[in-house]
């Protein structure tokens, strides 16, 4: 009886094809974990400085990632399974998960690159204003705390400097106690630091808090431009890798 060459090399082939498919899935999961990974990293890494946006852009474009990333890594497994039960109609929700996560990113990309765009305007629009009236206002905790972290964060001292301050709400005030900075603007904080605006003892930063701020913003939302973009094209692979799979199925069921 002869050896069925034909069958046992076609039957290899189409297993080393699933093995390389199954193997894409995974990789693709561990890109979606990245988004994952960016979007909450985006979000908790000084996430206090989102109070002092304008819009809510910034932060909708890490939910996204957020989303898309989970459902990625949770429907990596639908596609495994896809593969290894070998059946087709896995295989075809499979493909619109990818397409629906696809479009999602989509969105994220969209709007992460259109709030680049406005940043610096935003920001030159809208900090001053955030910073001199709300800052130390009863019900403005958060905003207070994010200018606070932010000044000693970047070490900065106003929107664009020192001078800001002098229209501040807060500095106007009785409660200043004699302040003309916050004592957040001060490079060794002590009681009534603020008292002093002398380059010896606050920070005087050539662009003041917007450079910083605006620099910190934009590098994020690159990181999630690129990483976003990095998963798309995976996800591109992966649905033509699934169509072929399909194909194959349903030309050659087993």
Avoid at 214 to 224: G, M, N, P, T, Y
Wanted: glycine fraction near 8%; charged fraction near 15%.
């Amino acid at each position: 009886m002869p050896f069925p060459y034909s069958q046992f090399s076609c039957g290899y082939l189409r297993h080393v094809f699933e093995t390389l498919i199954t193997l894409f899935f995974l990789h693709l999961q561990v890109g979606g974990a990245a988004v994952l990974g960016v979007g909450v990293w985006t979000l908790v890494e000084k996430s206090d400085y989102l109070s002092l946006l304008a819009s809510s852009t910034f932060a909708v474009s890490a939910y996204i990632l957020i989303l898309a990333g989970g459902l990625v890594v949770v429907t990596g497994f639908l596609g495994c399974c896809a593969v290894i039960r070998e059946q087709r109609s896995c295989l075809s929700t499979y493909f619109f998960f990818l397409l629906l996560i696809f479009l999602i990113e989509l969105v994220a990309g969209v709007l992460a690159y259109v709030y680049y765009q406005r940043l610096s305007d935003e920001l030159k629009e809208h900090l001053n204003q955030t910073m001199t009236e709300n800052y130390a206002q009863p019900g403005k905790e958060t905003i207070t705390s994010a200018v606070d972290r932010l000044q000693q964060d970047f070490k900065c001292c106003g929107s664009n400097n020192s001078q800001d301050w002098t229209l501040s709400v807060y500095i106007r005030s009785e409660r200043s106690g004699g302040r003309v900075v916050p004592d957040s603007c001060c490079k060794t904080i002590t009681a009534d630091c603020g008292r002093r605006d002398h380059p010896s003892n606050i920070y005087k930063v050539e662009g003041g808090c917007i450079t910083k701020l605006e620099q910190f913003l934009a590098d994020h939302l690159l990181v999630i431009g690129a990483v976003g973009i990095g998963v798309a094209c995976l996800q591109i692979c992966g649905m033509v890798f699934t169509c072929c799979l399909h194909r194959r199925i349903k030309m050659d069921p087993y």
